[in-house]
């Protein structure tokens, strides 16, 4: 998930820096920073690669992490675009000043010659039920859930074109990546966003884009395609996309399938998968409130908690990432896949791995409750590890877009000198250092 550390204009910070250098100092053998911006466009405290004015700050961060961790730990950086998604107006605003009065609500009203100040009145009349008969699908979702692009608005010149502007755009984020000094590029293909709706059995554009599953894997190949020009065949680039929509009419297992042996024949280096994540089932929001893809039931599977049915949170994407290794296995393509989700303990990792079951194991919770897992693992001290108690308190955070901590540490040691805190000065921004004067090499030799 995003921490919500950098400036509003996506720069850098030193909250940023301290974050990830918490992380390297636990000797991961990779870390993917967060979901970074490809477009020049204000996103709010979201890191960007949009520009080049970002190169120094990220070449900045790659260092941080390559010294805290002394070189132990690779460094990529997941490039994502999104479209645009507005907050849940007030009803009666949406239908006085934001709906488009056509003659379709005229003739629904039987208010054919009436201006459109007096068929806003009517609307405003109505109750939901009637209010549902009259507005079109599209119509009601901005007004219940707030405006948002879909990938099908083909209507709107930003959306027909995507097709021409997202190789362009993932290119040149990925050549700037390349510059800034990170070891590897993560296309993000997943969850509610614009290249995981390109994906989805639900795009049904008709430029050829959309429709079936080979028209939907253009443009993510496309984009690969330019990507692996820009940066060279040499330099890995990988991509994370779903296992499974999990809403309805999305994609399932035999189309993930499928989607990873295309990724896998057109040259990409590693597969990260996830499944869920999408907007089409989120709950609603609250007026002024942005609609979060990470609330319905494909936001539990892709962010699964304690609260849980009888499989409970752990590992739930395991099965799906076995079966989609095999496919790509099956046309004779071995590289590797990598699977996350409800994963906490070595045992649990290293199954996955020992049985075939993937090839890479990830952590995102697990790591935010305990970022020395990794070294406390290899140290042979793993009973010393704080183990993610699912409550998803984090997401909690990241869905009001203010700094993600873990509510296993975020309030212990709060008044050691020196350390960052959230601007209310009510929680730390990093975990307090375990072992602070362990000689860590030292360490890792003798063990």
């Given amino acids: 998930m995003v921490p919500w550390r950098s400036t509003e204009e996506g720069f850098v910070t030193p909250e940023v820096l301290d974050w990830y250098r918490r992380f390297a100092r636990g000797r991961p053998g990779a870390i993917v920073v967060e979901a970074t911006g490809i477009r020049d466009i204000p996103s709010g405290p979201l890191l960007r690669i949009g520009d080049d004015r970002f190169i120094a700050g990220l070449r900045m961060l790659v260092e941080t992490i390559r010294d805290a961790s002394r070189g132990q730990t690779r460094v990529f950086i ?34 054919e010659t009436h201006g459109d100040e007096s068929v806003r009145e009517k609307l405003c009349q109505l109750d939901n039920e009637a209010l549902k008969t009259v507005l079109d699908e599209r119509e009601w979702e901005s007004l219940t859930m707030g405006y948002r692009e879909h990938v099908t608005d083909t209507h ?18 990925a050549n700037r990546a390349k510059i800034a000094g990170f070891d590897g590029v993560e296309l993000h293909y997943a969850h509610a966003y614009t290249m ?35 940066v060279g065949k040499n330099y890995p680039v990988g991509c994370r996309y779903l296992a499974d929509d999990i809403v309805d009419g999305g994609n399932r297992l035999e189309d993930a399938i499928i989607i990873g042996q295309a990724f896998a024949k057109a040259g990409m280096d590693f597969l990260s998968l996830s499944r869920g994540g999408r907007f089409e089932d989120a709950k609603q929001p609250a007026i002024g409130k942005a609609a979060y893809p990470y609330t319905g039931r494909s936001g539990y599977e892709c962010m699964p908690q304690y609260l849980s049915d009888e499989h409970g949170p752990f590992g739930r994407n395991i099965p799906l990432a ?89 309030r212990v040691g709060l008044d050691t000198p020196g350390i960052l805190k959230t601007s209310d000065r009510k929680r730390r921004l990093t975990p307090p250092l375990w072992e602070p004067d362990l000689d860590i090499d030292e360490a890792l030799t003798s063990n």
């Fill in 78 to 111: 997941q490039c994502i675009d999104f479209l645009a998604v507005r907050r849940r107006p007030d009803p009666v605003r949406f239908l006085k000043e934001f709906l488009k009065i056509t003659p379709k609500h005229r003739v629904a009203l039987n208010a």
């Fill in 156 to 173: 709107l010149p930003q959306i027909a074109s995507l097709p021409n502007l997202l190789p362009e755009l993932f290119a040149n984020a």
């Fill in 322 to 410: 076995k079966n989609i290794r095999k496919g790509i296995r099956d046309i004779g393509c071995d590289i590797p896949i990598v699977v996350t989700g409800g994963i906490h303990g070595f045992k649990q990792a290293e199954n996955i791995l020992c049985s075939e079951q993937g090839d890479i194991v990830g952590f995102a919770r697990q790591a935010l409750a305990d970022p020395d897992w990794f070294l406390k693992v290899r140290l042979g001290r793993g009973d010393e590890s704080t183990i993610c108690e699912y409550t998803n308190y984090c997401e909690a955070l990241d869905q009001k877009h203010v700094p993600v901590t873990c509510k296993l540490w975020d």
């Fill in 196 to 230: 995981a709706s390109m994906l989805s059995k639900l795009n049904n554009r008709d430029d050829g884009y959309g429709g079936a599953l080979q028209n939907r894997l253009r443009l993510p190949l496309e984009v690969f395609d330019k990507v692996r020009t820009a």
